[in-house]
């Protein structure tokens, strides 16, 4: 399978702060990779070294390419959807479909009016005239109507509303995606990506605090929910997390066996959302 992201020993140091710590990666072709982390925790810096838009030490190749030295080639076949658009205010939709269409041979602009065919975007409105999450639409719109090998998506439905954001990731997933394209997300909405994911990766402080695929998470992450009476027993059993919920606690565990859980409450597979405090914020028994 072709390696989409080869990545080891990836470091990057603003001043003191270490954004990036000996990050190693592989990603193959056809994966939909959800890049998760908080604030500051080393997303940005790590996407704009596979974009081309920063040095990074470290060996890194992003479709058998070095993304410093030959960008220009590897643009050839990366599409990038920043958390906020920026087009001319002057120009017309029409305008633009236009200009993507006569600069960029990979440009299906069949596709981008089937976009914008789902939106209220007139082809002869101005982008001036068009509200800010029109503007987004309008952007991914053109973006996924290139076909490019890997497309990067850093909160791609910021400022949009619910209902848009839902047929975008419909869109993505059913007139977008393929075995040989892959697609990097990163979102602080991690619930509205959490079906549409293979592989998820968690990252902070510039390290990788975890890199799985969706398929594994049943295997070795179980969420308990426990009355007080047998709190105590399942702490026995470490969990990585708990908190409170109404009747009772919630609790996270890892590579423990269900079977030694089984009796003590309800037994499910945790969300993104709540594995990913569990790994950012471990509980420690003494």
């Not at 047998?230 to 606690?249: E, N, S, Y």
């Amino acid at each position: 399978m072709e390696t989409i992201i080869h990545a080891k020993g990836l470091c990057k140091k603003y001043g003191q702060k270490m954004a990036l710590d000996n990050i190693c990666l592989e990603i193959p072709a056809g994966r939909i990779v959800g890049l998760i982390g908080p604030n500051g925790a080393g997303k940005t810096t790590l996407l704009k070294g596979i974009l081309g838009l920063s040095a990074i030490e470290g060996d890194l190749r992003v479709l058998g390419l070095d993304p410093n030295k030959e960008r220009v080639a590897l643009l050839q076949d990366i599409s990038f959807i920043a958390d906020t658009a920026i087009l001319p205010s002057w120009i017309k939709v029409s305008e633009l479909l236009d200009y993507v269409e006569g600069v960029h041979p990979k440009f299906s602009r069949e596709k981008a009016q089937g976009f914008l065919a789902k939106t209220n975007i007139a082809p002869k409105s101005k982008v001036k005239s068009l509200s800010k999450g029109m503007v987004t639409q309008l952007h991914l719109a053109l973006i996924m109507a290139i076909d490019s090998k890997l497309l990067v998506l850093d909160e791609p439905t910021l400022g949009l509303d619910i209902i848009y954001r839902k047929q975008f990731y419909e869109s993505l997933l059913n007139d977008y995606y393929d075995a040989h394209k892959t697609i990097i997300i990163t979102t602080h909405q991690v619930e509205e990506i959490e079906g549409i994911l293979t592989d998820l990766i968690f990252i902070n402080d510039g390290k990788i605090i975890l890199e799985t695929a969706m398929d594994n998470v049943p295997n070795t992450f179980t969420e308990l929910r426990v009355d007080a009476e047998h709190k105590d027993v399942a702490l026995a059993h470490q969990p990585i997390h708990m908190r409170t919920i109404l009747g009772g606690f919630s609790m996270i565990y890892e590579n423990v066996a269900s079977e030694k859980l089984e009796g003590l409450g309800r037994l499910m597979v945790p969300s993104i959302a709540d594995l990913f405090v569990a790994k950012m914020q471990p509980l420690s028994i003494n």
